[in-house]
Every structure is written in C-alpha cells, then in structure tokens.
C-alpha cells in the first residue's frame, strides 16, 4: 500500500526565502528554510491529523502517488538547487551543504507541539520531489565527483565525497535501477568507511531490495571492531 503524499503550503513561492536566496550568504541552506516554513502547515497537520500518512515510506516514483508534491509553490526552491547542484565551478563542499535537509528533530524543535507523523511525511515528500526532479543534475554530480585512487583526507577529496554521497542518498530514494546499481556498486568496491556507509545509508533508507544483505555484510566485516 503507497503512502499519501501531503502537499505543500500554498503562497510558498511568494515566501521570503526564495527571494532572498540569491542574496544569503554561503553558510546557509535553503531546505532548512524551506521546512521552517512549512512549520505552519505542520502545526495544521497536528490539529487535522486526517490529512497525515503513516505507514512504510514509498519509493519516489513517476505517477498518481507524487502528484500533489508536484505544486509550483516548491518549484523555486527546486530552480534554485538546480542551479547550484550543476555549477561544477562551485565547491562540491558547498553544493553538498546546500541539499542538506534539517533534522526531523530540529523541525520538532519548532513547533509548538511536536508532531513526528507531520514532520516525517512533510520532510521526505521533500526529499522524493527533489530526488525527482533533479535526478539528471544529482546524477552528473555523482558521476563528476568519484575519487579515484588512494584514500586522501584532504579538502577537496573530502569535499567531493560529501557531494558525491548525499547525492546517492537522493538517487536512491528514487529507487530506479540505475540509482540501486549506483549504490550497490559503490558499497561492494567502497576503499574508505566514508563511501561504504554512504552507500549503505543510501540503501538502507530507500528500501532496496539489497539492503539486508548490505547490513549483514557491514555487521559481518566490521563487528570485531565492537569493542
């Protein structure tokens, strides 16, 4: 059984944050704004509980299921991410921290009655309209930033690591073939634990079907490291 999709406020793209996003400093996100101003229609949520789904997350898939996530009210902030998730002459570091989605416990945090349900179906139709919509981006972004050879800490290795693994995160919410090949393939040749839990995170959260095997591998490779 899917689970609904809740849709967006509507006005949200006449909301502050899409105008000033140009404008706003590098050190800032604009998902984090874009839920804080959802927390109004997660306060309704909490008083119409009618209107939130619970049960298993759903794959992001094309059709009836994401049709209410599709509202222009978001497209803004999707324009905006597109623009930053494809300049390549930006750092893969920032690029990173611009998906960067704000915890379900910060987003608790801001309301004046918490509501988990509201908070986890309004946090992940989110994620599934971004991994949607920018799929062709955030999959050149995967591709533009492998790390080839050695393990290296420094900045740019580690910058493009972070890019390259939350955009698989994305990818695989999508739960296309091609996004759980991507995954699966980075976990079983993964040179660093930067990149294997990546991957597995990855699988993990979107339900793949490889995901137990992934655990028990993980548990198998590295439970005598418990203590």
Same mark, same amino acid.
């Given at each position: 059984k899917r689970l609904r999709r809740e849709p967006f406020e509507h006005g949200l793209a006449e909301a502050p944050t899409f105008r000033r996003l140009n404008a706003r400093p590098p050190a800032f996100?604009?998902?984090?704004d874009e839920l804080r101003l959802d927390g109004t229609s997660l306060e309704e949520r909490r008083t119409h509980p009618e209107h939130v789904g619970l049960g298993r997350a759903e794959p992001c898939v094309s059709g009836e299921s994401l049709a209410v996530a599709r509202?222009?009210?978001?497209?803004?902030?999707?324009? =905006?991410l597109r623009a930053v998730v494809a300049d390549a002459s930006l750092d893969p570091a920032f690029r990173e921290q611009m998906l960067i989605l704000p915890a379900e416990s910060y987003l608790a945090e801001r309301m004046d009655v918490a509501d988990p349900a =509201?908070?986890?179906?309004?946090?992940?139709?989110?994620?599934?309209?971004?991994?949607?919509?920018?799929y062709a981006e955030l999959l050149r972004a995967y591709q533009d930033n492998e790390?080839?050879?050695? @393990?290296s800490p420094d900045a740019v290795s580690a910058g493009k690591r972070a890019l390259k693994n939350?955009?698989?995160?994305?990818?695989?919410?999508?739960e296309t073939p091609e996004a759980l090949a991507l995954a699966e393939q980075q976990y079983a040749h993964a040179t660093n634990m930067t990149d294997r839990m990546g991957a597995l995170t990855a699988l993990v959260n979107s339900y793949a079907p490889g995901r137990e095997a992934a655990l028990t591998d *993980? @548990?198998?490779? *590295?439970?005598?490291?418990e203590h």
């Open positions: 996100s604009p998902l984090d509202r222009r009210s978001v497209e803004p902030l999707v324009e =905006a =509201a908070i986890h179906t309004a946090r992940r139709t989110l994620l599934c309209t971004l991994a949607e919509k920018l790390t080839d050879g050695p @393990y939350i955009a698989l995160g994305y990818l695989a919410n999508t *993980f @548990y198998t490779r *590295f439970r005598s490291e």
